[in-house]
């Protein structure tokens, strides 16, 4: 049982959410249409909330957590992406907000109140420190991640294309018979 409750919060993803086998996502979690979690994901909603939204793809061996409310954080953090948001192998988010046509790269980690805003290429391996925000329509890279240069036009169509490419390979996984 991969998609499965905690604490009586259960997974509320849409009809065309693809989930791996292989995937684990639990707790209070929405996922919106067309979006895909790939091979051994960790989408964990166990001590807040998560909400991805549509044509977003959390690729192969990510971890997506969130940030407990307590003493020293009384409002925690939830982990929030929205619409097409394409999150490379490996990548850790965790108790931060993603806005829509986002590039994470592969092994990137972004931390605890980090903000990115819309349009956003985040270079593999880069790491976004807790409470930084990133700025619409940069390159981000290095650790800490620093804006490198602005985006191209070609690069702001890629967002759009890599997510809904992702939905039709996601769409041909779920048409495979694996009985």
């Known amino acids: 049982m991969n998609v499965r409750p905690y604490q009586g ?59 407990h409310a307590g003493p020293y954080n009384p409002d925690g953090f939830p982990l929030i992406l929205g619409d097409h948001v394409t999150v490379g192998h490996q990548a850790m ?6 806005g829509s046509r986002i590039l994470v790269g592969m092994g990137a980690m972004i931390m605890d109140g980090a903000v990115v805003e819309d349009e956003v290429i985040i270079g593999a391996g880069s790491l976004v420190p807790p409470g930084k925000t990133l700025k619409s329509g940069y390159l981000y890279v290095g650790r800490p991640a620093k804006p490198q240069r602005e985006l191209t036009q070609k690069e702001k169509e890629f967002f759009t294309y890599t997510a809904e490419n992702y939905a039709r390979l996601a769409a041909k996984h779920q048409a495979e018979d694996w009985a």
């Open 9 to 67: 919060m259960t997974p509320q993803l849409a009809d065309n959410v693809f989930v791996d086998p292989s995937a684990v996502v639990l707790g209070d979690v929405e996922i919106g249409e067309h979006s895909s979690v790939w091979p051994m994901t960790v989408i964990r909603g166990d001590m807040h909330r998560i909400r991805i939204g549509r044509y977003s793809s959390i690729q192969d061996g990510s971890v997506l957590h969130i940030t």
């Open 93 to 98: 988010l965790h108790g931060c907000t993603l």
